[in-house]
Structure formats: structure tokens, C-alpha cells
């Protein structure tokens, strides 16, 4: 079987590698023409197309590599790879399994497996191929990196910082498990260890901005920081808007510590104009959420489901809720330091369950209600729960509280109530890492979105009372013995005086509040708005 020079292929690919596709095109086809049976062309081609985004045409391209040579394993996992890009991952692994089956030794199609199983949730598998790589290859720094993530995804925190170390032990460069294992470590509480690592970071990419984001988390600012200095030379450069939400919120952050406020709700207002960029938010959709949360859950309308009993045998949940930085983290902070509670943070399962069911526009049928539970504890298993109750904190299940009294009767509901203006302020000063809180985005919206959301709660009081245990976030902070070992005892269970320092937990913590729960009780935060009140005063008046 005939092949073209090597010289020319070489040429193809420098053309490829300098993104001169256009030209490469052309020539790797005028090869093709003269070499039509040739494998290393017609890989080269197929490998032009998936850069160009013609992942259909990649596949026939590898399909025919594959009719000519059957046993060619880097044809298998291309083939895989092209699959994999338009998420038919059926079809990926099956090439991916057929490259590894022709060459054991070869590590790409482990990789990419690695890689795959991660994106679809299997970590289980997703570890395993990169074990595998690691016993062909132990220095592989790839395979380190992919096991961190992965490890990171589903809380083993301490095997995800180990992972992450080796790879930049093997490959000082990799830069990007750098910022991951920093945020690691900050989350943890190592602060030091944390901003050495993103320091690192921001040396090869000085531009990005989330890394300042991170440190500034931590840091108490000076006049005149170097970060800073880095910080204020990017704001005339053109960034994306993810770019200018985080430097606008680092920016505000320093400003808040030299206590120049104005400057502070400057780039405030500036942070939350750029995130709004990136996640929009229609108030309507929260009217008539609650407008058909109400109208299901009147007592008459669900007299006939509220003596539902289940005979199944599982850890029972404490669903934590109430508005977004409302003191949810806190509360699972303390609760997470008994041997009773096992703490999983926030868990987006119950809002997935409830909308794969069908349960907000659909009838309230005895049916989905027991397979709501089903479901839920079908996912809780992975975590492997075996204390005798585990925190589900995730703020916003506040709305489907009524979904929990049905068919989570044994369940414990925490709410926590928060000052409406603090409440309020610490949601507008905060840059959320995920998605799902774009009403914070406009000081408008977030009042309107926090007096929907007292309605809700009000209603699910005036029907639900015995089944919510209401906490007062200042109460709490200012009496902080006495409301933890209150809160115990509701939950039925012996004082443990490890509680009172929650701080020491060694918990990663991956939400807004990650700082402030790896501290003693700070009890003035809800007095910081005053700071801003005079540009806050006009959005604040229906609170009052």
C-alpha cells in the first residue's frame, strides 16, 4: 500500500498547526487524489475535519480509514473521538473499547474514556481507565489530572489534591490543575497553600480573571497591592463578559477592605451587570411558579396524598433551605460536625426529580409522589450514606416544600430566616459559581424574586407548620450554644460539643460561603449593607 512522501505530510500538518486550514484542505485532498488507499492522508484529513467542525464528515473519513485497515487503532479511536464530539457516546465507546481490544498498551482511547465517563456522571468507570493508563505508563500526567477532577466531582476532595499534586510533580507546566488544586485547597481552608497555588496561575495567565476572583475571596487588601495593580490594567483590555464579572467583583472586594464604599458599589453594580450578560432571569417565571405552587398545595387539593405511607428503610434527609446566602452553609457547617449527620451539600437532585416527573405543570398523583422518593434515594445511595441522617442543602428547594412534606415524611425541614436587607445585599454582592441565581443580577429583580419568596414561605407555614423548623440566622449567630444545641435536640439527638466548632471541619466546601463557615461566628454580618445603604435605600424601601 502506497504512501506519500513523508516531507509532504509534514508540510500538511505544520499548515494545520498554524491554522492555515483553508490551504491544507486543499493539499491534503490533491494527496488523497493521487494516493487515494493512503491511512496516514486520510487520517490526516479526517483529523482537519474534526478541527474544522465537520465531525460528520470525520466519520466517514475514519470509516473508510477502518474498511481499509482493519486493525488500526488510532482509526478506532478517531472514530471515537469524532463520535464522542456530537455526544453519541455509545458510539464512541464502543470505537474507543475496539482500539483498546487491537492495542492494550495504547493510551489515548483510555483517555478518552476517562474523559467521556466523566462527562456522563459514570466516575466509577471513569477512574478505572485512568488506573489503566497508569499501570502502562505511572508518569502519565494526564491520567493524575482526569482522576483529580473526577475525585473532585463526587467529594473525595483529599484523593482529588492528591491526584492534582502528582500531575504537577510529573508536569510542572500543567497549568490548569494548578487554579483547580488552589481552589481546592482554599475551600478546605488551606488559605496559604491555596494562594501560592494561584499565584503560580496567574504567572502564565495573567489575564484571567477568576483566579483574582478566588484570591481576593481570602485576602485582606492593602492600599497600593501588587494584585491589584495586575487587576486595574486589565479593565481597559477586551474581555469576555465571564472576564469582567470576575475582575469587576475582585476590584470591589479590594475597594470594600480600604473601605472606599462608593468605588466598591461602583464595580459592584459593574459585576452584576456583566453576569446578567451570562444569565438571564425573567421575574415572571417565579410569579407564576408560585402561582401554581399555591393553587396544587391548598390543603383540599392534597387531602388524599397526605397519609402516604412508605415501608422502605433509608438515612433520613435534613433539607436545609431558604434564600441563597441566607445561612444554609452555616447551619450544615455545625450539623456536619455530629457522628449522627452526614453533610452532602447541595444537591440538585430533588428539582431534577420533580421536573423529569412532570410534577409542577402535571397532576399531583400518588404514583410520582412514590417515585419522586424512589428516585431521589436511587441517587442518594452513590453517596454512601450510612449515619442516621444526611443535609440536602441546597437553599432553593425552599420551593418544593410542599413535593417534601408528601413524599419525604420523615425528613426534617430547616428554614433559615435571614434580615431581609442583609439577605438581600449579601445575594447582589455575591459572584455565584453556578448557574441558577440570576436574579441577583439587578437590585429590581432581587427584592421583587426575595417578596415572591417570602409569599412561598409564608404559605408553606400556613399549611405545613408542624413539619418546618424555623432558625433565625441573628439568633443563631449571637446565641450560637444555645440555638445549636436547640437545633440538635429537634433532630432528636444527643449534644456532641464538637458542634461548636464547626470552623475546624475539614469539610471541602463549595459554595459562595466556602470563607466564612472555615471561621469562628462572625455575628455583625448582617449589618454590612449599612455600608451602602445611601445607593441601596431606594431598591430597599418595599422590604421594609
Excluded at 479590594?254 to 468605588?263: A, G, L, S, V
Amino acid at each position: 500500500m502506497s504512501e506519500p512522501k513523508k516531507e509532504t505530510l509534514e508540510e500538511i500538518i505544520l499548515l494545520i498547526n498554524n491554522k492555515n486550514n483553508k490551504e491544507a484542505y486543499l493539499k491534503i485532498n490533491k494527496v488523497i487524489n493521487n494516493f487515494p488507499m493512503s491511512i496516514l492522508s486520510l487520517n490526516i484529513l479526517g483529523a482537519l475535519k474534526m478541527e474544522l467542525c465537520d465531525f460528520e464528515g470525520a466519520i466517514l473519513t475514519f470509516k473508510k480509514i477502518i474498511s481499509i485497515k482493519s486493525n488500526f487503532s488510532i482509526g478506532f479511536n478517531n472514530l471515537g473521538l469524532a463520535f464522542y464530539k456530537i455526544k453519541d457516546y455509545k458510539n464512541a465507546t464502543l470505537n474507543f473499547l475496539k482500539a483498546i481490544e487491537i492495542d492494550k498498551a495504547y493510551i489515548d482511547p483510555n483517555l478518552n474514556l476517562s474523559s467521556l465517563y466523566y462527562d456522563i456522571k459514570e466516575f466509577k468507570k471513569s477512574i478505572s481507565h485512568c488506573k489503566k493508563i497508569i499501570k502502562i505508563n505511572p508518569n502519565y500526567c494526564d491520567a493524575y489530572f482526569n482522576m483529580g477532577k473526577t475525585y473532585k466531582q463526587i467529594g473525595k476532595i483529599e484523593l482529588a489534591i492528591r491526584n492534582f499534586e502528582i500531575a504537577i510533580s510529573i508536569t510542572p507546566s500543567k497549568k490548569d490543575a494548578l487554579k483547580i488544586l488552589g481552589s481546592l485547597f482554599l475551600q478546605k481552608g488551606k488559605w496559604n497553600k491555596g494562594i501560592e497555588c494561584l499565584e503560580q496561575y496567574i504567572i502564565y495567565y495573567p489575564e484571567d480573571t477568576a483566579t483574582y476572583y478566588y484570591i481576593c475571596s481570602i485576602k485582606k487588601f492593602k492600599e497600593n497591592d501588587c494584585h491589584v495593580t495586575q487587576m486595574l490594567s486589565l479593565e481597559n483590555k477586551k474581555l469576555s463578559n465571564e472576564k469582567k464579572m470576575y475582575l469587576y467583583f475582585a476590584l470591589e472586594k479590594f475597594f470594600f477592605d480600604i473601605k472606599n464604599f462608593r468605588k466598591s458599589f461602583f464595580y459592584y453594580k459593574k459585576g452584576n451587570i456583566a453576569k446578567g450578560y451570562i444569565e438571564k432571569f425573567d421575574i415572571t417565571n417565579e410569579i407564576n411558579l408560585n402561582q401554581i405552587l399555591q393553587k396544587k398545595f391548598l390543603n383540599k387539593n392534597i387531602s388524599f396524598l397526605k397519609n402516604l405511607s412508605f415501608h422502605d428503610s433509608h438515612s433520613k434527609p435534613i433539607f436545609i433551605v431558604g434564600m441563597p446566602r441566607s445561612g444554609t452553609t452555616l447551619i450544615e457547617q455545625v450539623l456536619s460536625r455530629h457522628s449522627k449527620i452526614t453533610a452532602l451539600g447541595e444537591l440538585e437532585i430533588l428539582t431534577q426529580e420533580i421536573n423529569k416527573l412532570n410534577l409542577i405543570n402535571g397532576l399531583l398523583e400518588k404514583e410520582k409522589i412514590i417515585l419522586l422518593r424512589k428516585n431521589y434515594f436511587n441517587h442518594i445511595k452513590k453517596n454512601n450514606v450510612k449515619s442516621e441522617y444526611f443535609t440536602d442543602k441546597m437553599p432553593n428547594n425552599y420551593k418544593w416544600i410542599g413535593y417534601i412534606t408528601l413524599a419525604f415524611p420523615e425528613a426534617k425541614i430547616l428554614h433559615i430566616d435571614r434580615n431581609s436587607k442583609a439577605t438581600c445585599w449579601s445575594n447582589f454582592k455575591t459572584c455565584f459559581l453556578n448557574k441558577g441565581n440570576g436574579f441577583s443580577n439587578k437590585l429590581e429583580n432581587l427584592v421583587e424574586y426575595y417578596l415572591i419568596y417570602k409569599q412561598l414561605i409564608t404559605f408553606w407555614f400556613d399549611n405545613f407548620n408542624s413539619k418546618i423548623y424555623n432558625i433565625s440566622y441573628e439568633h443563631f449567630v449571637h446565641d450560637f450554644e444555645n440555638q445549636a444545641k436547640n437545633l440538635i435536640n429537634y433532630l432528636n439527638l444527643d449534644w456532641e460539643k464538637k458542634s461548636l466548632t464547626f470552623y475546624k471541619s475539614k469539610r471541602y466546601v463549595s459554595t459562595a460561603s466556602f470563607a466564612k463557615v472555615k471561621e469562628k461566628i462572625y455575628s455583625n454580618s448582617s449589618e454590612e449593607w449599612k455600608n451602602y445603604e445611601s445607593f441601596l435605600e431606594f431598591y430597599f424601601q418595599k422590604l421594609n
